[in-house]
Structures are given as C-alpha cells and as structure tokens.
C-alpha cells in the first residue's frame, strides 16, 4: 500500500523495512497458533528487544534508540499488519510505561527500570481499568494506604494487557482516603514488580480477538510497595495516565492501521485471483468500488496519524488530535475488515483466511484507550474549550 503521501526518511524506511522482514519471518508463521490457542513464545519479546522495537522513544542516555514518534509509528503499523497481538505489546510497553517513568520517574527509577525496559529486557504494562472502572477511570477503587516506608495496596485491577507477563506495572491506585475522597486529585501511580509480596495475577481474560497478548486481571492483596516507587507526586496519578494516553491512543492509531492496510492488501489479491462469471472478481465495478473506499480510508487515516505525530514531536499539545486519529483509524479498521469479508464471501467467514481474524482483531481498537465515544467526547470538549 503507498505510503507517497508520508515522506518517510531514509531512516525511517530502513527502519519500516526492517519490521516488516522481521514481522513476515518472525511472527506470521505462528500468528494462527497464538490466536488459535491464545497462547504467545515469549521469546518474540527478546527479538523485538534485539531490533530495538521495545525502546523506540527512550533516549540513547538510556539505552533506548531516541527516536521520534512517526518513527515508532511507522514500524508499528508494520507489526500490526501481521500480528495485531504482538502490537499492542509493542505499543502498550513503548508509549504509557516506558513514557510515564521517562516523564515523571526520578533518577533512581530510571536507573533501575526504564533502562531495562529500553533495552527490551523489562517488559511494561498499564494497569488504570477496574472491574468497575473503564471509561470512568478515575472512579477507581483500588485504595493505597501508607504504612511506614511502604504503601500497602488493596484492590483488582482489570484488563491488564499482557499484565501476566509483564516485569513493570504502572499501576494506578488511590491515596485519598474513604473519609476524603478527592476525585481525579486523589490518585497515584505506582511501579509494581511481580516479585512484590501480594500481587497476584487473576482471571485471563477469554477473548473475540488479540488472542496473542493475554490480558488479565491483578489482585492486590495487602500487596506492600515501597514508597521510593510511588511515581512522580502523590495525586497526580490520574493526570500522568491521561496524557500518557494521548501517545498511547496514537500507537493505537497505528495498530488499527495496520490491521485495515493488512484486509486491504488481502482483498486486493484475492479479487484478482477469484472467478464468478467468467472473471475475476476485480472486474466487477461493486468490487472496485469497495477497493477504493477501502484505500481511501487507509490512506486518510494514515495520513491524520502522521499530522497528530509530527505535532507531538514538534512538542505540541495532540490531545483532540490524537483523539481523532484513534477513532478515524479504529472506525477505519472495522469498516475495512467488514469489506474485506464481503469481498472473500463465504471465504471471508472461515478461519483458513486471514481476514476472518483481522475482523475479531479490529473491533477491540474501537474500545480500548478510551471508547470511540470516549474519543468522541475528548473531541467535543476541546472545541469548547477553544471556543
Ligand atoms: C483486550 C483489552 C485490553 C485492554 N488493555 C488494558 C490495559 O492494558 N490497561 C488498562 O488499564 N485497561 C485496558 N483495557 C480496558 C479498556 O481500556 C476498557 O475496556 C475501556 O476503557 C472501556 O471500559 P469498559 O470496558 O469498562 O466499558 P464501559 O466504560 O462500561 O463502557 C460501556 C459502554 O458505555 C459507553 N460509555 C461509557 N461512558 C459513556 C459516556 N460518558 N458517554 C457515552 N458513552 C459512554 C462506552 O463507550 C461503551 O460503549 C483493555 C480492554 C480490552 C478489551
């Protein structure tokens, strides 16, 4: 699929070039058998490492590869259009952990954690959403209470990608107390290890799609974190989350890209090899048709993402932006993968074709990182906040 309309650097094409050799011989031979079992070889996390893909927007000083946003994106979109499971892992890790202890983190927590995680041998996790709390996340309950040198931390958390994997957790939980609740301002973020004393790995989730990348819920259970990994200022937890999600929504800009350039290439050959009537189905103008919006909507979609990226790397505010290119290219994503069934018929339907799973895989892109409605509202509300 063209990418005329983004002038990519040399850099930036060696770098697309790169993941997609990777993606083809690395991931695409066991894509089915993830899905199919939803299982994953954790190994895949020690060649993303090796390529430098777990430490994109990290700088070298510490061990990451600096470089810019598109950059990321770019090779992002590679994975996804072969494995949209492997994505998220890539983009959950590169954009909200990784970014949040490079923001906020002191000296010492970057020391010891993003230093390993930019060189892939820590792998990151987000964990905001509760049972109870998604799109209203800053109704969440998990309650964290000091005791002496630690904070003691109580509570679920849900929907944790790749939580029973991960080796840092970027967890969210409340320091207000229940006789002063203080709202968004009564939130903390914390940095949780699987070695710590009560955090328990729960439920793992049954999935429609990204059968890959398992996403679980985490117990805390009287789980005792030092303070020293208490994040940034105690109440700010809820702010850091929520604009690290503006560079979280812009991964998954890419991702859903990815899955929907994937349908797109898929139907593209397969209208050409299929016959009805004689023909090949291509010739058909109902078929071209599809093609074309399919394309259309790629293409612009991409195109929104890169404006949104280059704004943030020229270091301006993308809130409402990359609110737009995460519900364009989602919405995109779902539209695509529904014509790319259509175009393969009966075929489409079927797990022997590849886009049957590019379907289940698109629709979680429209939920995840704040809901198309929630995308929705973020962009109605900066028009007023303009106006
Ligand atoms: C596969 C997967 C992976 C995930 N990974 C993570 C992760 O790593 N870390 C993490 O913290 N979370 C993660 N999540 C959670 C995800 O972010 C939430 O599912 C999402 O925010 C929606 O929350 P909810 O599921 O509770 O739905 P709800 O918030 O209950 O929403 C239900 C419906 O109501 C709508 N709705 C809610 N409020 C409004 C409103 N004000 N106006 C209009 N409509 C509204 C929603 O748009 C939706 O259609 C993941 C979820 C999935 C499915």
């Known amino acids: 699929m063209s990418w005329a309309l983004i002038p990519l650097t040399e850099e930036q094409r060696a770098i697309q070039q790169a993941a997609r050799s990777f993606a083809r011989a690395e991931l695409a031979p066991h894509s089915v058998r993830w899905d199919r079992d939803a299982s994953f070889d954790r190994e895949v996390v020690g060649k993303l490492a090796a390529l430098g893909f777990l430490g994109m927007m990290i700088p070298e000083e510490y061990d990451g590869q600096g470089l810019d946003t598109c950059t990321y994106l770019v090779a992002l979109e590679e994975i996804a259009a072969v494995d949209a499971s492997v994505a998220v892992l890539m ?99 914390f940095i949780l290890t699987p070695d710590m004393p009560g955090l328990h790995i729960g439920k793992k989730e049954d999935k429609m799609g990204l059968r890959g990348d398992p996403t679980v819920q985490l117990v805390l259970d009287g789980l005792r974190v030092p303070k020293a990994n208490l994040l940034g200022e105690e109440g700010m937890g809820f702010v850091y989350a929520m604009q690290s999600l503006d560079n979280g929504r812009l991964g998954i800009s890419a991702q859903a890209i990815g899955i929907a350039r994937a349908a797109l290439e898929h139907s593209v050959a397969y209208a050409a090899e299929r016959k009805q009537f004689g023909k090949p189905i291509k010739e058909f103008q109902g078929v071209q048709f599809k093609l074309a919006d399919m394309a259309t909507r790629v293409t612009s979609s991409r195109a929104l993402l890169y404006a949104a990226a280059s704004a943030k790397d020229r270091g301006e505010p993308v809130t409402q932006f990359a609110s737009m290119a995460k519900l364009q290219a989602t919405e995109t994503a779902m539209w695509v993968t529904t014509q790319a069934i259509q175009i393969f018929g009966g075929y489409g339907y079927v797990k022997e074709y590849p886009v049957e799973r590019l379907f289940r895989d698109a629709k979680v892109t429209e939920i995840y990182e704040g809901t198309s409605e929630i995308q929705r509202i973020v962009i109605a509300r900066e028009l007023y906040a303009r106006s």
């Not at 927590?109 to 964990?127: I, N, P, S, T, V």
């Not at 209203?136 to 998990?142: G, Q, T």
């Not at 931390?153 to 006789?179: F, N, Q, Y």
């Open 91 to 189: 983009s959950v890790h590169n954009s909200l952990p990784t970014q949040m202890i490079l923001r906020w983190g002191s000296a010492e927590q970057k020391d010891r954690y993003l230093k390993g995680m930019a060189r892939g041998e820590l792998l990151g996790a987000f964990a905001l959403s509760e049972p109870e709390a998604g799109s209203d996340a800053a109704s969440l309950r998990a309650q964290a209470t000091k005791d002496g040198d630690h904070y003691v931390l109580e509570g679920t958390k849900a929907w944790v990608s790749h939580g029973s994997m991960a080796d840092v957790i970027l967890c969210m939980a409340r320091t207000d107390t229940p006789g002063e609740r203080k709202g968004a301002r009564g939130i903390s973020t």
